[in-house]
Structures are given as C-alpha cells and as structure tokens.
C-alpha cells in the first residue's frame, strides 16, 4: 500500500513541476509572439537600425570567440613546444 501511495505522490509533485514549466514557456512565447507584432509595425528605418544593432552584437561575439579560439591555440602550441623540449632532452 505504502508503495502506490508514494508512487501517486510522486507523480502528483512532478505533474505541478511540469505544469510550471508548461506555464513559463506559454509565456515566454506569447512575449515573443508580441515582440514579433511591434517589431513587424516598425518603420523600415527603425527595423533596419534594429537589425544593424544585431549585427553588431553578432560581429563582437564572434570576435571575442576568435580572440578566446587563438589564445587556446597559442597556449596548446606553448605546451607542445614544451613537451617537445622535454622529449628531445630524454634522448
């Protein structure tokens, strides 16, 4: 008895969970559903310095994952040199 009791229990508690997170994400689409109807009633200056922004922050991104990509290579090709140091020594 004790086991259908917990099992009813949990399925209780993890029905409330999904129902939360059911109620969060209907939100954040209908806020994006309204972000789409103002964005679509811009002027077309308006949306055109809307989407040069965008690009900008896509520009900068992309250059500080390059900068972070080319210090990973400078230290992978560091330790390579070491450990290549390090073999040529033991022989």
């Known amino acids: 008895m004790g ?38 009633k811009m002027s077309p200056s308006a949306r055109q310095a809307m989407m040069q922004e965008e690009r900008e922050k896509q520009i900068a991104e992309a250059n500080a994952r390059t900068a972070a990509a080319q210090e ?10 070491v450990a290549k140091a390090k073999r040529e020594e033991e022989k």
């Open 3 to 40: 086991f259908f009791k917990k099992a009813f229990k949990d399925m209780k508690e993890s029905a409330k969970a999904q129902h939360e997170v059911d109620k969060a994400n209907f939100a954040a689409v209908k806020a994006e559903s309204k972000a789409t109807w103002e964005e679509a």
């Open 72 to 81: 990973r290579i400078a230290k992978a090709k560091e330790r390579n040199a």
